[in-house]
C-alpha cells in the first residue's frame, strides 16, 4: 500500500490537487493543470486558515481517503471527475441521494404540482437554494442560485471563478483552463451549522444601523422638496413613522440632458428647479429623523453637464474636455476618484448612504471582473470609514453579486410586478437568502410597477414588510401606484397603518436579532427547517422563522369569497404556539391551514416565547432606544430571552451592548426582568415595562405579586392579559431583579371554540342555513362533526324551487372550520 499524502498546514496536496478540510464539514477541493493553487481571498472565502479539525487521512489500493466525523472522501488522485472524486455525507441523512460525486448530473422526476406549473424537474443534490441577483421583470418565481443547504445532506459552493482580493481590491483570477475551486459542505440535515461554517469562511453579516430597522419610504416620483416634505408632514399627522428617505434617479437631472450626452439615467447633478437647496432640504430631513439614500445608475460615467465633472477630470488628471470620464470599476484610480470625489461630494450636501441600482450586467473591460462586486465593496466600505467617523455604522443598498454579498448590506431585490405572484415569491425567497448567508433584503413592498390595483394585496404585501427584515414601502412613477395608506379604502387603509407603527415599535426586537446575526450567524428570517426537518418544514415554503421567538406565514394569495378571510398554510415545529394577534394556541408537530381576517397574518409566539417592542402610545423614533417596553409572552413553557441595546448615543461593539435579561421560569411561576448596571436609555432614564400575556389562563393571575415593583392586571382583546409594571425601587449599584410572580405563570389557557366559530360563520359569505346546520353539527359532535360537515350534499332551497348550493360547503370553509376545531 503506498504511502498517503500527510496533512500539512491544513492541507493535502498533489502535484495538480489541493484538498484543504476547512472544517468538520466543509472541504475545499483544488485541481490546477499548473499545479499552482489560489491562495488570495476570494469574494466567498476571505478565511481559509481555520483551526484544523479532527482528520484521518489514508489511501485504500489506489483511493486517497479523508475523513472528519462529517464525511467520508474518496479521490483517485487524478482530473476530477464522477467516477474518481465522491464524498459521503455521514450521520443523520441515510439515503444514497448523500453521495456527492463530482460532475454527477441527475435528476429527480418532478412532482405533480412542479409538473402542472411548468417547473424543470428538481437537480439530486436537493439544493434548498440561496439567492439570486435580481426579480427585475419575473412576475412571480425565478430559480435560485445555490445555498450551502441540502435537502439530501450536501452543498457545492463554485468557487472557481470568482474574483480575489489583491492589495485591497477586486482583481481577476489569473485564467486557468480546467482549474477548479470547490467547497462542499457536508453538514446532513444540520442546516444552522452549514450557515455557521459558511460564515466562518466567508466572513460576518455585519451590524446594521438601528435607524435601518424602521420604515423605509420609497417612490419612482418626480418629488419637489416641497412636495416631499408635504407628504412628511401628512405622515407624521397620521401618526405613520419613517426612517430612511430614499430619493429615486429624479433628484438629478433626467429630462433636461441634451441627447448628446446620452440619456439621463446616470447623473450626478442636483435638479435645482426641484430642489433648490439640496443642503436645506437633507438637513431637513435629518431634523425629522430620517436619514438619506439617493438613487445611483452608475453605467454611464460622468459626463460634462455635471457639475462635478471638471473636479473628476483633475482628480484623474486629465482634461476636462468635454468628453465622459468613462465608469471603469476596473480602474483603481477612477474607483478612488468615485469615492473621494464624485460621492464625497454629495455626501457633504447631507446623503447618508447611496442605492446602487446597477443593471448593466456582470461584464466589465477586463474579463472576470463584474462591476456589481466592484461598487457592492467599495461602497460599502467607504461608507463604513465615513460613518464611524460620525459616530454611526456604514450601509449600502445594492443587489445580491452571489456567495460573500452579505457582507455589503442592504439588499435591493429589484423592481417588483404588482401582483398576488409576485407576493408569493418574496416570503420563500426571503427565507431562502438564509442558506446563502443574506439575511437583510429590502423588497419593495407593495410592487413597482404594472399589475392592478388591488387594495387587499396591497394590504396583504404591508402586512408581510412588516415581518420582512428591510421595511420599504415602494412604487414606480404611475400617478395612481403610490402606496401612502390613505390612498386605500378601509379596511386596507387603518391596516396599512397600524402595521406601519407595529413595524418602529418591533425595532428592539429587531435590533437584538440584529446583533444575534452578526455574533452567531443566524439571519433574521430562516426557513422553518433550520428547527424541524420533518416533509412538513420543507413543503411549506411561504412561512419562515422571525428571529429566536416567531413564525410567521405571510398571506400570499387572496381570501376565497365563500370565507372572506385569508389563507396562510403553516407547518408548525413540536410544542406550543400562540399567535400574537389572535390569542389562538395551536399544537406543534403538524401542519395546519390557517384563516385571517383583514386585521392580520398568522404571527405565532413559541412557547416560553418573548418578544420586546416599544409601548403603546410611546416615541416611534427608531433611532433611540425606548423609555417604556412591552412584552409579548408566550404561555406552554419556561423561556429566556436576553434583550440587547447599544448605550444611548453609541454605537457599540458587540461585546458592549447592554444586556437586559428576561426569564420565564413557568415551572417555578414567575417572571424575572434582570436590570443591567447601566440603564440603556441614560443615566437618569428609569424604564416603564408591561407585559402581554399570550396563551395563558386569565383567570389564573389573581395571586400576582411584584419584588421591586407595582403591578396592574387589566384583561385585553381575545382572551389575552396586560400587566404593566410601575418598578418601586431602583439600587444605586448593582444589577436589579422585577419578579412577578404568580400561579398564572405555569398556565395555559385553552381557546374559546364557540364564539370563534361563530364569528368565523357570521363573516362567511354563504348561505344561512348552511351556517345554522355546520353550527348545529359542531355543537352535537365538536371535532367529529368535520366528517359529517364534509359529506353535506346540495338540494333545493325549501324557500325556493331553484337548486341552490346553500348546504354544500367549499373545501376552503371545511379548513376554516377545522382550525377552530383542532387548534389545540
Known amino acids: ?158 468557487d472557481s471563478g470568482s474574483m480575489v482580493f489583491e492589495d485591497g481590491r477586486l482583481v481577476a483570477r489569473d485564467a486557468e483552463d480546467g482549474a477548479l475551486d470547490l467547497y462542499v459542505f457536508a453538514a446532513g440535515r444540520d442546516h444552522v451549522a452549514a450557515v455557521r461554517d459558511y460564515f466562518a469562511i466567508s466572513g460576518a453579516q455585519p451590524l446594521l ?15 419637489s422638496e416641497a412636495s416631499y416634505l408635504g407628504l412628511l408632514d401628512r405622515f407624521d399627522e397620521a401618526g405613520i413613522p419613517f426612517s430612511v428617505a430614499v430619493i429615486d434617479m429624479d433628484w438629478h437631472l433626467v429630462d433636461d440632458v441634451d441627447p448628446a450626452h446620452g440619456s439621463g439615467w446616470t447623473g450626478y447633478t442636483w435638479n435645482r428647479e426641484l430642489f433648490p437647496d439640496p443642503a436645506r432640504f437633507q438637513r431637513e430631513l435629518h431634523e425629522r429623523g430620517l436619514h438619506v439614500t439617493l438613487n445611483d445608475h452608475p453605467a454611464d460615467g460622468v459626463r460634462a453637464f455635471e457639475e462635478p465633472y471638471e473636479a473628476m477630470c483633475r482628480a484623474l488628471g486629465r482634461e476636462a474636455d468635454g468628453t465622459p470620464v468613462v465608469f471603469d470599476p476596473t480602474d483603481p484610480e477612477f474607483m478612488r476618484a468615485s469615492m473621494e470625489v464624485l460621492h464625497r461630494g454629495l455626501e457633504e450636501l447631507g446623503t447618508d448612504f447611496w442605492w446602487i441600482d446597477w443593471q448593466s450586467g456582470p461584464t466589465s473591460n477586463v474579463p472576470g471582473v463584474d462591476p456589481l462586486w466592484v461598487l457592492n465593496h467599495a461602497h460599502f466600505t467607504d461608507n463604513e470609514r465615513q460613518a464611524a467617523a460620525h459616530g454611526d455604522r456604514g450601509l449600502t443598498f445594492s443587489r445580491y453579486a452571489g456567495p460573500g454579498s452579505h457582507r455589503y448590506p442592504v439588499g435591493f431585490s429589484g423592481d417588483s410586478i404588482i401582483s398576488w405572484d409576485s407576493l408569493a415569491f418574496q416570503p420563500r425567497f426571503t427565507a431562502s437568502g438564509a442558506n446563502i448567508g443574506y439575511g437583510w433584503w429590502s423588497h419593495d413592498i407593495g410592487g413597482h410597477m404594472g399589475g392592478v390595483r388591488d387594495d387587499e394585496l396591497a394590504m396583504r404585501w404591508v402586512q408581510f414588510g412588516v415581518f420582512s427584515p428591510i421595511m420599504r414601502l415602494h412604487s414606480s412613477n404611475s400617478p395612481f401606484g403610490g402606496k401612502e395608506p390613505w390612498r386605500f379604502t378601509e379596511p386596507a387603509r387603518g391596516v396599512m397603518r397600524e402595521q406601519l407603527r407595529l413595524r418602529h415599535r418591533l425595532v428592539p426586537y429587531l435590533h437584538t436579532m440584529n446583533r444575534r446575526a452578526h455574533v452567531e450567524g443566524r439571519s433574521l428570517v430562516e426557513p422553518v427547517y433550520f428547527e424541524d426537518t420533518s416533509p412538513g418544514a420543507y413543503a411549506q415554503r411561504d412561512e419562515y422563522l422571525f428571529g429566536s421567538e416567531l413564525l410567521v406565514a405571510p398571506i400570499v394569495r387572496p381570501a376565497a369569497a365563500d370565507v372572506a378571510r385569508g389563507r396562510a398554510d403553516v ?166 431583579v422585577l419578579e412577578l410572580r404568580s400561579a398564572g405563570f405555569a398556565s395555559t389557557g385553552t381557546n374559546e371554540v364557540a364564539p370563534a366559530l361563530e364569528e368565523l360563520l357570521n363573516g362567511a359569505q354563504v348561505g344561512y342555513l348552511l351556517k345554522e346546520r355546520i353550527q348545529h353539527a359542531v355543537t352535537e359532535h365538536g371535532v367529529g362533526a368535520l366528517s359529517s360537515i364534509g359529506s353535506f350534499g346540495a338540494g333545493p332551497s325549501p324557500f325556493t324551487q331553484k337548486p341552490e348550493d346553500y348546504d354544500r360547503p367549499s373545501e376552503e370553509l371545511i379548513a376554516a372550520v377545522a382550525e377552530v376545531l383542532t387548534a389545540q
Request: hydrophobic share 40%.
Open 209 to 223: 444601523p438601528r435607524w435601518a430597522l424602521g420604515n423605509w419610504w420609497s417612490r419612482y416620483h418626480r418629488y
Open 571 to 736: 407547518h408548525l415545529p413540536a410544542g406550543r404556539w400562540v399567535d400574537a394577534f389572535t390569542g389562538w394556541a395551536y399544537t406543534g408537530g403538524r401542519s395546519v391551514r390557517m384563516f385571517r381576517d383583514a386585521a392580520s397574518i398568522p404571527v405565532l409566539v413559541r412557547a416560553g416565547g418573548i418578544v420586546p417592542l416599544v409601548a403603546e402610545g410611546e416615541d416611534l423614533d427608531a433611532s433611540r432606544n425606548p423609555r417604556a417596553l412591552e412584552l409579548w409572552v408566550g404561555a406552554g413553557a419556561d423561556g429566556d430571552f436576553t434583550l440587547c441595546e447599544e448605550p444611548e448615543g453609541e454605537v457599540a461593539a458587540p461585546e458592549d451592548w447592554i444586556a437586559t435579561r428576561i426569564v420565564l421560569d413557568a415551572t417555578d411561576g414567575a417572571l424575572r426582568i434582570e436590570l443591567p448596571e447601566r440603564s440603556p436609555v441614560g443615566e437618569d432614564g428609569a424604564r416603564r415595562w408591561s407585559l402581554r400575556l399570550l396563551g395563558f389562563d386569565p383567570a389564573a393571575f389573581g395571586d400576582l405579586v411584584a419584588d421591586g415593583a407595582e403591578v396592574s392586571v387589566r384583561p385585553a382583546e381575545r382572551g389575552t392579559l396586560l400587566v404593566e409594571v410601575v418598578p418601586t425601587t431602583v439600587a444605586d449599584t448593582g444589577a436589579r
Open 1 to 158: 500500500m503506498t504511502k498517503a499524502p500527510e496533512l500539512v498546514d491544513g492541507s493535502i496536496t498533489g502535484e495538480n490537487y489541493r484538498i484543504t478540510p476547512l472544517t468538520p464539514r466543509v472541504v475545499r477541493l483544488e485541481w490546477s493543470p499548473s499545479g499552482r493553487f489560489e491562495d488570495r481571498p476570494s469574494t466567498f472565502a476571505l478565511h481559509r486558515d481555520l483551526p484544523v479539525p479532527d482528520v484521518h487521512v489514508a489511501r485504500e489500493t489506489n483511493r486517497l481517503l479523508v475523513l472528519t466525523d462529517a464525511f467520508r472522501l474518496e479521490y483517485d488522485e487524478g482530473p476530477f471527475s464522477p467516477s474518481g472524486l465522491r464524498l459521503d455525507v455521514l450521520g443523520g441523512v441515510s439515503t444514497y441521494h448523500s453521495v456527492w460525486r463530482y460532475g454527477q448530473d441527475l435528476s429527480l422526476p418532478a412532482d405533480v404540482e412542479a409538473r402542472r406549473r411548468g417547473r424543470p424537474e428538481r437537480p439530486l443534490d436537493g439544493n434548498l437554494g440561496g439567492a439570486a441577483r435580481t426579480v427585475d421583470l419575473a412576475d412571480g418565481e425565478i430559480p435560485l442560485e445555490p445555498g450551502v443547504n441540502s435537502a439530501v445532506g450536501y452543498a457545492v459552493i463554485d
